[in-house]
């Protein structure tokens, strides 16, 4: 267990949090504040317990130097919005600078202020001591909330950390705790749900989940190269041919562990994904030559759906298809729903899970929302996260 900012006398100090404003913006207006609310909780805790807080975040990539598409500007203003109070800001490219010190430095009792984007800074995604130091000279203590960027070891979160007495945010405590005992501690039966494109990019998620899953759901794009594995033709179906092995080796695993690998028994599948072209479904056997997987079929939702309805504990991380057009949604939010009206601990990993949980409408149905995909999948492949690793164990503290 980690340091939270409940163990923490944190009245008139400078505090230093690490959020995950990273936002879509389109026209410089933000499109899904999601995480935006999901920070408030510990933002409003330092304020009302009279903290000088300096919130800290990056945006999008701009690659190490100053870019106005990139100004967290309306965050500031948004922030604004939710807080009911004035968030102090200054853009600058340096992010830290003296007038930025000036600023921190007279801040009053529950006063906040934000930096600019961490990322304007090259040293930012180096963890560039100089930098580190940088931003640790503006608080006296760290709190980091940020689970999305947990699985990198930047300036913003290990740098701060190993300078500062550094703990938890209660977003950052609830990611940990919810995926944590998920992965460690499971009610039974564990299932797990994996979706998305590649094979190749959740292999070590995949022989991680065997070793602790009861049953193992796989749709999207992913599920093609299963199946082609066994001899399936999948037609124009994104298929990973020169991960065949990986997949077979995957199935014997499960096999051999005793886990229910559950693959697709029907898809749909269109001619063409935008004009929408020949959109049927099909037998796994039957894939047309001219035609490509969009989405998990009719009687696999059933399949799918009747197998997380046993579930005492759910995983969810990536779509069954290509969810964002809804002629090819319904395999993805009819998962949603199953999950929605499970009795069990349900959890969605972050990414593009979220944002369709989000648009199915059943976001506030289900037991947690990672604001973190890559954090989300590094804690289900087993590893250790560096950005949670440096704070300070309740254990090491008393």
Same mark, same amino acid.
């Given at each position: 267990?980690?340091?939270?900012?409940?163990?923490?006398?944190?009245?008139? $100090?400078?505090?230093?949090?690490?959020?995950?404003?990273?936002?879509?913006? $389109?026209?410089?207006?933000?499109?899904?504040?999601?995480?935006?609310?999901?920070?408030?909780?510990?933002?409003?805790?330092?304020?009302?317990?009279?903290?000088?807080?300096?919130?800290?975040?990056?945006?999008?990539?701009?690659?190490?130097?100053?870019?106005?598409?990139?100004?967290?500007?309306?965050?500031?203003?948004?922030?604004?919005?939710?807080?009911?109070?004035?968030?102090? &800001?200054?853009?600058?490219?340096?992010?830290?600078?003296?007038?930025?010190?000036?600023?921190?430095?007279?801040?009053?009792?529950?006063?906040?202020?934000?930096?600019?984007?961490?990322?304007?800074?090259?040293?930012?995604?180096?963890?560039?001591?100089?930098?580190?130091?940088?931003?640790?000279?503006?608080?006296?203590?760290?709190?980091?909330?940020?689970?999305?960027?947990?699985?990198?070891?930047?300036?913003?979160?290990?740098?701060?950390?190993?300078?500062?007495?550094?703990?938890?945010?209660?977003?950052?405590?609830?990611?940990?705790?919810?995926?944590?005992?998920?992965?460690?501690?499971?009610?039974?039966?564990?299932?797990?749900?994996?979706?998305?494109?590649?094979?190749?990019?959740?292999?070590?998620?995949?022989?991680?989940?065997?070793?602790?899953?009861?049953?193992?759901?796989?749709?999207?794009?992913?599920?093609?190269? &299963?199946?082609?594995?066994?001899?399936?033709?999948?037609?124009?179906?994104?298929?990973?041919?020169?991960? &065949?092995?990986?997949?077979?080796?995957?199935?014997?695993?499960?096999?051999?562990?005793?886990?229910?690998?559950?693959?697709?028994?029907?898809?749909?599948?269109?001619?063409?994904?935008?004009?929408?072209?020949?959109?049927?479904?099909?037998?796994?056997?039957?894939?047309?030559?001219?035609?490509?997987?969009?989405?998990?079929?009719?009687?696999?939702?059933?399949?799918?759906?009747?197998?997380?309805?046993?579930?005492?504990?759910?995983?969810?991380?990536?779509?069954?298809?290509?969810?964002?057009?809804?002629?090819?949604? $319904?395999?993805? &939010?009819?998962?949603? $729903?199953?999950?929605?009206?499970?009795?069990?601990?349900?959890?969605?990993?972050?990414?593009?899970?979220?944002?369709?949980?989000?648009?199915?409408?059943?976001?506030?149905?289900?037991?947690?929302?990672?604001?973190?995909?890559?954090?989300?999948?590094?804690?289900?492949?087993?590893?250790?996260?560096?950005?949670?690793?440096?704070?300070?164990?309740?254990?090491?503290?008393?």
């Amino acid at each position: 267990m980690k340091l939270d900012v409940r163990d923490i006398d944190v009245k008139g $100090k400078r505090v230093l949090v690490r959020c995950d404003f990273n936002v879509p913006l $389109k026209n410089g207006k933000i499109t899904d504040d999601f995480r935006i609310k999901s920070s408030l909780e510990t933002i409003n805790y330092l304020i009302n317990h009279g903290a000088k807080v300096i919130l800290m975040s990056h945006l999008g990539r701009p690659k190490g130097e100053y870019k106005e598409e990139f100004s967290l500007l309306p965050v500031k203003e948004r922030l604004e919005k939710f807080l009911g109070q004035k968030v102090g &800001f200054l853009s600058t490219p340096d992010v830290v600078n003296e007038e930025v010190r000036e600023m921190a430095n007279s801040l009053h009792n529950g006063e906040v202020m934000l930096l600019e984007n961490t990322r304007f800074v090259a040293g930012e995604e180096k963890n560039d001591p100089t930098f580190g130091a940088e931003l640790a000279s503006l608080g006296e203590y760290y709190v980091n909330d940020a689970f999305g960027t947990a699985h990198r070891a930047h300036c913003s979160n290990v740098g701060v950390g190993s300078l500062l007495p550094s703990v938890s945010g209660f977003l950052l405590a609830k990611e940990i705790k919810h995926l944590g005992d998920a992965l460690e501690n499971p009610e039974r039966p564990f299932i797990a749900i994996l979706g998305g494109a590649k094979v190749s990019d959740k292999i070590t998620v995949i022989e991680h989940l065997l070793d602790k899953v009861d049953i193992l759901l796989i749709g999207g794009a992913m599920a093609n190269t &299963f199946l082609g594995a066994k001899g399936n033709a999948m037609g124009k179906s994104l298929v990973e041919e020169d991960a &065949f092995t990986v997949a077979r080796d995957l199935m014997k695993k499960a096999e051999d562990r005793s886990v229910r690998l559950v693959l697709p028994v029907d898809l749909l599948v269109t001619k063409d994904i935008e004009k929408q072209i020949g959109v049927t479904n099909v037998d796994v056997s039957h894939v047309p030559e001219d035609a490509m997987a969009v989405d998990i079929g009719e009687k696999t939702l059933e399949l799918f759906s009747s197998e997380i309805e046993k579930g005492k504990t759910i995983v969810w991380n990536g779509p069954m298809g290509i969810f964002e057009i809804p002629a090819y949604s $319904k395999g993805t &939010f009819g998962v949603a $729903k199953a999950m929605a009206a499970t009795q069990g601990v349900t959890i969605i990993g972050g990414g593009d899970s979220a944002h369709a949980i989000k648009l199915s409408g059943y976001e506030e149905e289900v037991s947690h929302v990672s604001t973190g995909g890559g954090a989300s999948l590094e804690m289900m492949e087993g590893k250790r996260l560096p950005g949670i690793e440096i704070l300070k164990d309740k254990e090491s503290h008393a």
